[in-house]
Antibody, heavy 122, light 107 residues
Framework: QVQLVQSGAEVKKPGASVKVSCKAS????????VHWVRQAPGQGLEWMGI????????TYALKFQGRVTMTRDTSTSTVYMELSSLRSEDTAVYYC???????????????WGQGTLVTVSS | EVVLTQSPGTLSLSPGERATLSCRAS???????LAWYQQKPGQAPRLLIY???SRATGIPDRFSGSGSGTDFTLTISRLEPEDFAVYYC????????FGPGTKVDIK
């Protein structure tokens, strides 16, 4: 079945960067988009951005522009999310999620990774 | 940005009861591009409903979605023990935003 497997938990100091991976399997990697969503402790879900694995194009939420970079490696069916200039408020579980897009419209997220806890602490 | 508001914040019910969850948008949601997700503690969200009323693969028919425009509803006809969780609505007609969630807990 479709799987998105994320890298393990990270602890970072303020000002550092973190790079989280999301490895896709059991579907054609380049035919679905991948979103990143984060969830601070005890809080709701926040959309961060989307990448088209086929061509590598990205769209980022305004809040994260300038701080987030999403990339992909088609040889390993892996998507990466890097967040820089980390601060304590970035402490959260980061999820990747699969979605489809067609003719400029994107749809709901049908499969999710297990989540990666990123802790930012001095 | 489309802001989603969910009510109530917490719903306390017993197994077998009916749950009605509301999601209201700050502006009309294009083409009913509204989804519902279920999240249990320590787990990733799971897609329940998309397009306001279509059940995702493998979702039991006790879950149903309705609504259009700015007002949407998720109904669980008879709560099973595994349905106690947090439920989020999401709009994907104008970028992507989530509501703050409704927690359904055991009375």
């Amino acid at each position: 079945q479709v799987q998105l497997v994320q890298s393990g938990a990270e602890v970072k100091k303020p000002g550092a960067s973190v790079k989280v991976s999301c490895k896709a399997s059991q579907y054609t990697f380049t035919t679905y988009y991948v979103h990143w969503v984060r969830q601070a402790p005890g809080q709701g879900l926040e959309w961060m951005g989307i990448i088209n694995p086929s061509v590598g194009s990205t769209t980022y939420a305004l809040k994260f522009q300038g701080r987030v970079t999403m990339t992909r490696d088609t040889s390993t069916s892996t998507v990466y999310m890097e967040l820089s200039s980390l601060r304590s408020e970035d402490t959260a579980v980061y999820y990747c999620a699969r979605g489809s897009c067609s003719a400029g419209t994107c749809y709901s997220f049908d499969y999710w990774g297990q989540g990666t806890l990123v802790t930012v602490s001095s | 940005e489309v802001v989603l508001t969910q009510s109530p914040g917490t719903l306390s019910l017993s197994p077998g009861e009916r749950a009605t969850l509301s999601c209201r948008a700050s502006q009309s949601v294009s083409s009913s591009y509204l989804a519902w997700y279920q999240q249990k503690p320590g787990q990733a969200p799971r897609l329940l409903i998309y397009g306001a009323s279509s059940r995702a693969t493998g979702i039991p028919d006790r879950f149903s979605g309705s609504g259009s425009g700015t007002d949407f509803t998720l109904t669980i006809s008879r709560l099973e023990p595994e349905d106690f969780a947090v439920y989020y609505c999401q709009q994907y007609g104008n970028s992507f935003t989530f509501g703050p969630g409704t927690k359904v807990d055991i009375k």
